[in-house]
């Protein structure tokens, strides 16, 4: 079995990678020298392979520059689109009073984990987990009092105000499938 040493070919090509970082000086003058190099490279393939029959290298056509700098594209601001208040998808209203309805459902010695579950086919997952800690005797309202309005729609979310006889609570409703309509937060209504 041969043993290996510094001597031959390897030790050769060792010797030449190891040059170079001997010191910071020769790293530097390494690096100089091989930027130069590859200039030089890029400028002779640059002048004598351009198009064919054009003697010139690839690039805009040279020209008489601009007076001015093109104007920067105008930048539209994006907002979300507001509909009319009469295109409110009336299932989006059916589902906010009925989630009303079960908000203000709370006899006494009602649970919260009732209270939910009441709410839970009306509501987003999301918000479901936030109104699981809330105490339903302290919910304000006992029975819905009038019918849902529309205050804002928009393609997949709609703002609604049902009255309560305690407070008019202003529910947010957003489309989590097609015709599929929950709540995923309320507030009272100012």
């Known amino acids: 079995m041969p043993i290996r040493t510094r001597r031959g070919r390897a030790a050769a090509y060792r010797a030449l990678w190891e040059w170079p970082l001997h010191s910071p000086a020769r790293l530097i003058g390494v690096l100089v020298v091989l930027a130069a190099v590859a200039i030089g490279i890029s400028a002779l393939a640059g002048g004598s392979g351009g198009s064919a029959g054009s003697g010139r290298a690839l690039g805009p056509a ?66 479901l987990a936030v109104l699981a800690s809330v105490d339903p005797s302290n919910v304000p309202g006992s029975r819905v009092t009038g019918p849902p309005q529309a205050v804002e729609v928009r393609p997949e979310a709609v703002r609604v105000q049902v009255p309560t006889d305690a407070v008019r609570l202003e529910l947010l409703l957003v489309q989590v499938g097609p015709g599929d309509w929950r709540v995923s937060g309320y507030d009272r209504a100012s």
């Open 62 to 127: 040279p020209g008489p520059a601009p007076a001015t700098a093109p104007a920067a594209p105008q930048v539209t601001e994006l907002s979300p689109r507001t509909l009319p208040l009469d295109q409110a998808p009336p299932v989006a209203l059916a589902v906010a009073q009925r989630w009303t309805q079960a908000w203000a459902t709370h006899p006494p010695g009602t649970t919260p984990a009732q209270w939910s579950a009441g709410l839970a086919p009306y509501t987003t997952d999301e918000y």
